[in-house]
């Protein structure tokens, strides 16, 4: 009941508070983002989880030339924390920032603030307020189980209207655009994440980047979601080529930008190990950052 209640205060708003919430200007959401792990430090006695090493983290993104990164605050202790120092890092170091918390369908709420989603979105707008590289919040799989239930319409609305009003964007992941959800969903969100699930083929990437943007709200950004992993409805992994060629998606046009979920930035599974045992996913999304950044074609992947 809290929750419901602190959710509905976001769209009950005093005159003042009102003005207070006058949108600002959007800021930049990002090309090439990743959602991935970060990398860690070893586990203290007693703990699943290590603190993240948030010098390590902001290396491998400058390395691999990524200029956003969506970190996960779920079930750490420290998550949060560590949120926020990866924000004064990434800000020094000139990358934007997504966050996102876990949905209902997920199973377990993130920590500390659980399912009090008025509290983690007044935080976030704070947090944005002294950060200028918090860009987003990212809702993913919001057409997912029950999601969409309990992130209803007037949620989704009131949370978009309070993290535009410091300038981050109300991003949402969906595994399919349709007209049905664009007129329920379409004013809660700035810009759509479509994750494209076929990681044997990329034949009809293009189809589906294109109906994604027929059927979503006009003023979305369009942005491709691709899996650097096996995942339970694709065991193979994809390969170099396959994230190369949906790499260029963003490069002909065919949407804005594209998130990179668990690109690997540790050591990688033995059959994404390339030389040196860097993964041969991220070291392909690097030469071709790379390459993109010095205005050169993107070469074709060296790994296999």
């Not at 290590?50 to 969506?70: H, N, P, S």
Request: net charge positive; aromatic share 10%.
């Amino acid at each position: 009941m809290a929750a419901v209640t602190a959710g509905a205060a976001l769209c009950q708003s005093t005159p003042g508070e009102k003005a207070a919430q006058k949108p600002a200007k959007l800021r930049d959401v990002g090309t090439w983002i990743a959602f991935t792990q970060p990398i860690r430090e070893p586990a203290a006695p007693g703990r699943a989880l290590g603190r993240v090493d948030v010098k390590k983290t902001v290396q491998a993104l400058l390395v691999t030339r990524l200029d956003t990164y969506c970190f996960f605050i779920w079930q750490g202790p420290n998550d949060l924390e560590d949120f926020k120092q990866l924000l004064i890092a990434t800000q020094r170091a000139k990358i934007n920032m997504w966050v996102c918390i876990a949905p209902p369908q997920v199973g377990a709420n993130s920590l500390p603030h659980r399912g009090s989603y008025g509290t983690w979105t007044s935080e976030f707008v704070d947090l944005a307020r002294r950060h200028p590289n918090l860009t987003a919040f990212f809702l993913f799989d919001l057409d997912v189980g029950r999601n969409s239930k309990l992130f209803h319409p007037v949620r989704v609305n009131g949370m978009r209207k309070a993290f535009n009003s410091v300038g981050m964007n109300m991003v949402i992941g969906l595994k399919d655009v349709t007209s049905t959800f664009t007129n329920i969903f379409g004013k809660g969100a700035d810009a759509v994440v479509v994750n494209y699930t076929n990681q044997q083929t990329i034949g009809n990437l293009s189809g589906l980047l294109a109906g994604a943007r027929a059927l979503g709200a006009p003023h979305w950004k369009l942005i491709a979601g691709y899996y650097c992993s096996t995942t339970p409805w694709s065991p193979r992994p994809p390969t170099p080529d396959w994230l190369w060629y949906g790499m260029r998606r963003v490069l002909k046009k065919e949407c804005d930008a594209c998130v990179l979920t668990d690109l690997d930035f540790r050591t990688p599974a033995p059959h994404d190990r390339g030389p040196r045992g860097v993964s041969k996913l991220t070291l392909t999304a690097k030469n071709f950052l790379q390459a993109v950044k010095a205005g050169n074609p993107p070469p074709p992947p060296r790994y296999k």
